[in-house]
C-alpha cells in the first residue's frame, strides 16, 4: 500500500505562483511514475503533469511553460510549482502513484487550487 498526501493549495491571484506537494509513505519501491491531476467543478478529472521513474516528464497542453512537476527521491515526495496561475487553473488537484502491480492507481486526498482576483 501506498498513502499520498498532498499539501499546498490556497487561494491566489492571477498571475500568482503556488508549490504543490505530495509527500509519499508505504510501498514505494513498485512505484512507476507519479503525476498530478485536477477536477474542476462540473468536469472530469484531468492529467495536469506526470513524471516517471527516469525522470521522463510530460504535461497536459494548457499548463506547458507555467508549470513544473519534480521529484525528491530521499524525502519520496513529488512537487507541482505552478506558475503564471489562471483563473481556469481553480481546481482540485490530486496527487497520483502508479503501482508496476496494480492496474488502479493510488490517489491523494487533493488539495484546492482557487486562482481569484
Known amino acids: 500500500q501506498v498513502q499520498l498526501v498532498e499539501s499546498g493549495g490556497g487561494l491566489v491571484q492571477p498571475g500568482g505562483s503556488l508549490r504543490l506537494s505530495c509527500a509519499a509513505s508505504g510501498s514505494l519501491f513498485s512505484i512507476k511514475a507519479m503525476g498530478w491531476y485536477r477536477q474542476a467543478p462540473g468536469k472530469e478529472r484531468e492529467l495536469v503533469a506526470a513524471i516517471t521513474r527516469g525522470d521522463d516528464t510530460n504535461y497536459e497542453d494548457s499548463v506547458k511553460g507555467r508549470f513544473t512537476i519534480s521529484r525528491d527521491n530521499a524525502k519520496n515526495a513529488v512537487y507541482l510549482q505552478m506558475n503564471n496561475l489562471k483563473p481556469e487553473d481553480t481546481a482540485v488537484y490530486y496527487c497520483?502513484?502508479?503501482?508496476?502491480?496494480?492496474?488502479?492507481?493510488?490517489w491523494g486526498q487533493g488539495t484546492q487550487v482557487t486562482v481569484s482576483s
Open positions: 497520483n502513484a502508479e503501482d508496476f502491480r496494480y492496474a488502479e492507481p493510488y
